[in-house]
């Protein structure tokens, strides 16, 4: 069983910087969609950005300009580099990967990080 590990979270002052990897423990991040996404107290879980296998990668309005994401297959994980931080930042970060092999669709996703952005 593939298992997703996040790691960075932490508190920050706004307008710092903070990396987020998720490390997965088997060789799928260069063939898997991995995205990031993010909980607020009280609220649903929201999409923040995704890298495609192919490179490709798209970001949530509210991120775009700020964050960035990036992988590196050789080392299993995917990065989240998020500048310029804001308060309204604060929230739980998850990384979850798709695996499409065939027909069977196989998703993981990790425990989550706790990002706090303080004002």
């Known amino acids: 069983q593939v298992q997703l590990v996040e790691s960075g979270g932490g508190l920050v002052q706004t307008g710092g910087s903070l990396r987020l990897s998720c490390v997965a423990s088997?060789?799928?991040?260069?063939?898997?969609?991995v995205g990031w996404y993010r909980q607020f107290p009280g609220k649903e879980r929201e999409w923040v950005a995704h890298?495609?296998?192919?490179?490709?990668?798209h970001y949530a309005d509210s991120v775009k300009g700020r964050f960035t994401v990036s992988r590196d297959n050789a080392k299993n994980t995917v990065y989240l580099q998020m500048n310029s931080l804001k308060p309204e930042d604060t929230a739980v970060y998850s990384c979850?990967?798709?695996?499409?092999?065939?027909?069977?669709?196989?998703?993981?996703w990790g425990q989550g990080t706790q990002v706090t952005v303080s004002s």
């Open positions: 979850r990967a798709v695996l499409i092999l065939g027909v069977k669709i196989s998703e993981y």
């Open positions: 088997g060789s799928i991040i260069s063939d898997s969609l």
């Open positions: 890298i495609l296998n192919s490179g490709s990668t």
